[in-house]
Every structure is written in C-alpha cells, then in structure tokens.
C-alpha cells in the first residue's frame, strides 16, 4: 500500500495502518467494493498502477481495490472485530480473486498525470466526463414502450422471416401504431402469456417462435387493423383480449428451461449465444449457457443481515438456500416475501407512520432515507424497479408472483431482482444498526 497516499491526512508506517487509514474514511464504501469484487471481480477496464521498489510493488493508484483484497484473503487486517467478521463474511459468500493485472510504472512522476486525471473531473474533456441523465438511462436499459416495441418487430421479423403477411402487417404497426403495440407489450400480464422480457435492447422469449407464430399473427393482425387504442387502453381492456386470443397463446407447457435472446446487430441477427427456431420445422438449438458464479444461482448470496430480529435473519438464511433454477416459483414468491419482511420490520422498529400502506411505499422509505440523492449505482435497479412504473421487472410483477396463478416467473427475472433488492436489505440492516448505536 502507497504510505504517502493522498487519501490519507497523514503518512502510514506499516500495512495495518494504511488499511486502518482507508477504513476510517468510510468502512461501508469499502464494505460495498469488496461485496462488488467478490460478486463480479475487479474492474477490468480500470488497472492499478504500481511502482516497483526493490522486491515490492507500491500501489500508486487502487489503494482501495487491493486493499478490499487484501481484505477478503485475511479479513485480520481490518482494525476491529466487526469489520473482520463482515470481511470473513463477504469472502464466504463469493469468488475473490488472487491476481490483479497492473501497470508497472517507471516513477511516481510518470503516473501523476494519469492519476490526477482520473481523481480531478472531466479537466475540460481530458478526463473521464460523466454521462448525463439521459445517458445514463439510455445505458441502464430505462428505455420506452414505444422502443421496446419497435426492438420486439425487429425480433419478430428475424424470427419469421420468410412469413410475407406477419411482416406487413408488423411494419404498419411499427408505420402507424407503435403506441399501441407499446402499451400492449408495457403490461407484465400481455409480457408474461407471450413470454417475452426485455434486458436492455435484448429480448428475451421463453417459448420457442413456433409456438409463437399463432399469437403473434393475430395481435399483430389486430394492431394494424381492428383493434384500436379505445379497446386496449386499461388493464382490463388487455386482459379481456388475452381471454379472446387464448387458442392462439402459447401452452405453458412449452415454456423453455431458459429464455432464448435476440439483440439487434449490424446484420440484424440473433445474439451469438443462442438461435431461435424461424419455422415450424425447426427445434429450438440448445444455447451455450456460461458457468454462473454461486451466487447468481441462490437468491440473495452475499447478504447477511445482523440487526433485525433473529426470525428476520433465519427467514432470509433459508432463502438463501433456494436454487433459482431448481424452484423458480418458490424463487419467486420468497424474493417478494423477504423483502417485505425486511422493511416492514424496519419500518416498525425506526417507527416510521407514512407511506406504510403498500409495498411500494414501505421500499421507498427504506431508499428515500439510504440513497436520498438517488445515485448509488448498486440501488439504481431497486429504484427502478420498484418505484416506476414502467418496465419488465416493476413490482406489480413481484406481486402477481404470489397473487397470480398465470404469472409462471422465468429464473433470469428471479435472478435479477434478487441482486437488485439484495443491497437494499443490507441497506435496511444498517438503518437498524445506527438506530441501536
């Protein structure tokens, strides 16, 4: 560790202390990058520079990334038992790296300039200029009915191509009324009898296309002809139309084991990892499916909650022993009934009276008093998720988990609200913790 590190008001003399320095200005920062390294390893597009002296190499810049590794190997380092523990803890619970790529610097001179770009702002565009709003929710996915409809045509002419009148009367939707097919695919019961999803600018169809091709022929018959905007306006109006449509839905019992993607591309193709059968006569390919980490495949991993109530802990600790795969339907409800747990508990025990009503408020107080500002990355999902209202993964499908017999929940929707609602339990437990000091 660099002993004359900026971050530090005075020089260290030794490894404790520059670990002890660090710790000192902000634990829970450093608590949080461990979890992250852990869950999704160190950041490859940022290396750490370090200067060669003798037989050891001094950290120029990643101070708080090695020594969130150093951390994790031997969680003694940390100044108090708690921190031990909670390091020990992280560690158990994911996959730390045991080497860290680095540039080898000739001097402390050389890598200054780097360096104060990289802590000193944007420096009139030579250093790293932060996105905007807009960016950055075009980056996280936060993208409109009426883009989402226009990525689903696209799937769909991929998936038919060959299929003359599915395609016309798709492009005189996509030509005059992408608002509607918007508000159509908008609603989690439409998404989830055609079992499609969206991550980003991928969709995702958990049945193969043949089984498709009924339904999709007749909404988008419909859309481009007449079926109008007065007859799909609530949810209501949808969900008589599902009734209507029921012959031409896909049978649950072809629901695939996992989601089959397409993402647009240059040649407007599937994604590389997966194919989706375009006719009747083809079988569905097998995608190549990665290895996931531990902790993708039990709902929760890396929490611990050490604050609430010991039935609170013992429910979550249960949970953390479903396999997402294995039981995505119990997966699924357990998700909303932890969470709901987690900050009603925390709700009664800080006394909080307003907005306790529904879930929705009770996650909000929890957010509104962690993340005032909105700008914690780790609950960007958490916000969106549960406090908009537009979107794959909004709560009212957290809440059709348990209270709907229709709503059949895919692993990778499971999977991704147990990671966005996981910082927030932590969150939660740590109201509680400062409540008690």
């Not at 932060?130 to 950055?136: H, K, L, V």
């Amino acid at each position: 560790m660099d002993e004359t590190n900026p971050r530090h008001a005075n020089k260290t003399s030794s490894l404790e202390e520059s670990i002890a320095a660090l710790l000192e200005r902000g634990p829970e920062k450093l608590l949080r990058l461990a979890r992250d390294i852990s869950q999704h390893g160190v950041n490859p597009t940022e290396m750490a520079v370090v200067l060669a002296d003798g037989d050891r190499n001094v950290v120029l810049e990643g101070n708080r990334r090695v020594a969130a590794l150093m951390l994790l190997h031997n969680p003694k380092l940390a100044p108090t038992d708690k921190l031990r523990k909670q390091f020990a803890a992280i560690a158990k619970n994911g996959d730390v790296p045991r080497r860290l790529t680095c540039v080898v610097a000739d001097s402390r001179m050389q890598a200054e300039h780097w360096i104060r770009l990289k802590h000193t702002g944007e420096n009139g565009g030579v250093g790293v200029v932060r996105w905007s709003a807009g960016e950055a929710s075009r980056f996280s996915g936060r993208s409109t009915p009426t883009e989402k409809a226009r990525l689903f045509i696209d799937a769909v002419n991929t998936w038919f191509p060959d299929d003359l009148d599915l395609r016309s009367n798709a492009q005189a939707v996509r030509d005059g009324r992408i608002t509607n097919l918007g508000r159509m695919i908008a609603d989690p019961a439409v998404r989830n009898r055609l079992g499609i999803s969206f991550d980003g600018d991928v969709v995702l169809s958990s049945f193969p296309a043949a089984t498709l091709r009924p339904i999709l022929t007749r909404l988008f018959h419909d859309l481009a002809g007449p079926v109008s905007v007065d007859q799909i306006k609530s949810k209501r109006q949808r969900e008589d139309y599902l009734q209507q449509v029921e012959d031409e839905l896909p049978k649950l019992a072809d629901r695939l084991e996992e989601p089959e993607k397409y993402s647009k591309s240059a040649n407007n193709e599937p994604a590389d990892d997966s194919s989706i059968a375009a006719s009747d006569g083809d079988s569905a390919t097998k995608s190549t499916r990665r290895k996931r980490a531990d902790f993708e495949k039990k709902l929760f991993q890396g929490v611990t909650l050490r604050h609430v109530s010991l039935r609170t802990s013992e429910v979550l600790e249960e949970a953390k022993r479903i396999k997402i795969d294995e039981m995505p339907n119990v997966a699924a409800v357990m998700v909303r009934a932890v969470v709901d747990i987690v900050v009603t508990e925390v709700a009664e025990q800080l006394g909080w009276r307003r907005n306790q009503d529904k879930l929705k408020g009770r996650i909000g107080a929890v957010l509104n008093q962690v993340d005032p500002d909105k700008d914690d990355p780790h609950l960007s999902n958490a916000w969106r998720f549960s406090q908009e209202e537009d979107g794959a993964l909004v709560l009212k499908t957290l809440h059709s988990f348990v209270h709907s017999w229709q709503n059949n929940p895919l692993a990778s929707e499971v999977r991704k609200l147990s990671l966005a609602y996981g910082p927030v339990l932590t969150k939660a437990d740590e109201l509680l913790e400062k409540k008690k000091r």
